[in-house]
């Protein structure tokens, strides 16, 4: 049986993450095309409908590897979590369905509109085309992060004598006290990496000497973005967030953050420390005193409870994974907000374009705004276990008990074959759109 379990729990997490890669870009790649042609509409500046139209490009090749990838986790619901979806099918299958029916029927039809349709339509209808593309991406998150905030802090429900949950309120689903602070942090976290990306190929260009002031315009408009999501991301959406999970799940936020005893006195916030689950300590630990405290409460000597109050069975069931998800995301989220802040101070300055140190930090860095969004996921589904709706239903209890742990394991080596093969395709498309560049038609 714990075979079965970690398999499926492995199948899943190797093929969300994989998935993820790409509505994560779309998201925030979907706000900067609709500035791009806004900033057209209103100046008449070829180089903004180039930019616009060439990240349209990248936007679609990512939309089509993230409807490749997502399908595979739909069916897992019904073949590796049978008993999860037999029991919850009646609240998550709502909302997973309008994010079906609405969001990515809007996306889609519209991102044809958008590639295709400008000379048909004209600009402004062009750019309405733009917004609502932006708006079917957004409108996506909004509903999975509905189905993961119920699952999270499960809200509006009923449990009928069969022990199927069902909904009972629905305007309680949509008003989950931690659907909007989670939803809020997503997005802009993904506005965080599709800022690095922009800006990435802004440096690139600037430093191969090519297509200079498209490269300058995707370097600027990704530090301004940057800089502005990189600070939201932490407060108040990331400080919004830990509230939520310190009030909702205080097991969970003592395990991310490495308190294995309750402090009475005020809680100090962990730095560096390495978790030691045989003698229930932080290694060589670099701390400051009650910090935390204050950060959650606002008091700097009000108690945190500590692991050392839960038993066993509530903790998290893999406390040093959650612990170092949780702080690599904080530590990159530093790291960004720095190199963001020295970038925008550089072009207030007129020296970025010349900065060619910086310019290559800015380009090579492009992996870790995937790497802090995912350990970012990491941190919030790590933390709900051992549950699969937080206090209500365990992992144990909704998996299929008909598929063995072979059955899984060898679609899962299916799948990490595949998906070798999307993501080389995906590399080289991606390449080839940017060796290409923002070729303006009239050129």
Do not use: C
């Not at 079906?100 to 039809?109: A, D, I, N, R, W």
């Amino acid at each position: 049986m714990e075979d079965m379990i970690f398999y499926d729990r492995l199948q899943f997490a190797f093929t969300i993450t994989f998935h993820y890669i790409f509505p994560q870009l779309t998201m925030g790649l979907s706000l900067l095309i609709v500035y791009f042609k806004w900033k057209y509409l209103r100046n008449k500046i070829e180089k903004y409908n180039d930019a616009a139209k060439f990240f349209m490009k990248i936007f679609a090749i990512n939309f089509t590897m993230g409807v490749v990838t997502g399908i595979p986790m739909e069916f897992q619901f019904g073949t590796n979590w049978a008993k999860f979806s037999e029991l919850t099918g009646g609240i998550i299958g709502q909302t997973l369905a309008m994010e079906g029916l609405f969001s990515f029927f809007l996306e889609s039809s519209f991102l044809a509109l958008f590639i295709f349709g400008e000379k048909l339509m004209g600009q402004k209808l062009h750019l309405l085309t733009g917004f609502l593309v932006f708006l079917g991406s957004w409108a996506s998150g909004w509903f999975i992060l509905a189905t993961n905030a119920w699952m999270q802090h499960p809200v509006g429900y009923e449990i009928l004598d069969n022990g199927k949950f069902v909904l009972e309120n629905f305007s309680a689903l949509f008003g989950n006290p931690w659907l909007l602070p989670a939803f809020l942090h997503n997005q802009l976290a993904s506005v965080v990496t599709s800022s690095f990306v922009v800006a990435s190929i802004g440096a690139f260009y600037i430093l191969r000497n090519k297509q200079i002031e498209h490269g300058k315009l995707f370097l600027k408009t990704g530090v301004i973005f940057g800089l502005v999501s990189s600070i939201l991301v932490a407060f108040p959406t990331g400080d919004w967030n830990a509230k939520n999970v310190a009030k909702y799940q205080p097991a969970a936020f003592a395990a991310m953050e490495g308190i294995f005893e309750t402090e009475h006195a005020g809680a100090e916030i962990v730095l560096i420390g390495q978790p030691n689950m045989v003698e229930k300590k932080l290694d060589n630990k670099i701390a400051v005193p009650n910090v935390l405290s204050f950060l959650t409460y606002q008091e700097w000597d009000k108690q945190i409870v500590g692991m050392d109050k839960f038993k066993e069975e509530e903790l998290p069931d893999n406390i040093p994974a959650l612990y170092y998800s949780y702080h690599i995301m904080v530590g990159l989220g530093t790291v960004f907000m720095a190199i963001m802040a020295l970038a925008a101070f550089l072009l207030w300055r007129k020296k970025l374009y010349t900065s060619k140190a910086l310019l290559w930090s800015i380009m090579f860095l492009v992996p870790f705004p995937y790497i802090a969004n995912l350990t970012g996921w990491y941190t919030a589904e790590l933390g709900r276990q051992p549950y699969l709706v937080y206090g209500l239903l365990r992992t144990t209890e909704g998996v299929s008990p008909t598929v063995s742990s072979g059955n899984t394991l060898f679609t899962l080596l299916g799948f990490v074959a595949l998906y070798m093969l999307l993501g080389l395709l995906f590399l080289v498309l991606v390449g080839k759109t940017i060796n290409q560049g923002p070729k303006h038609q009239t050129h």
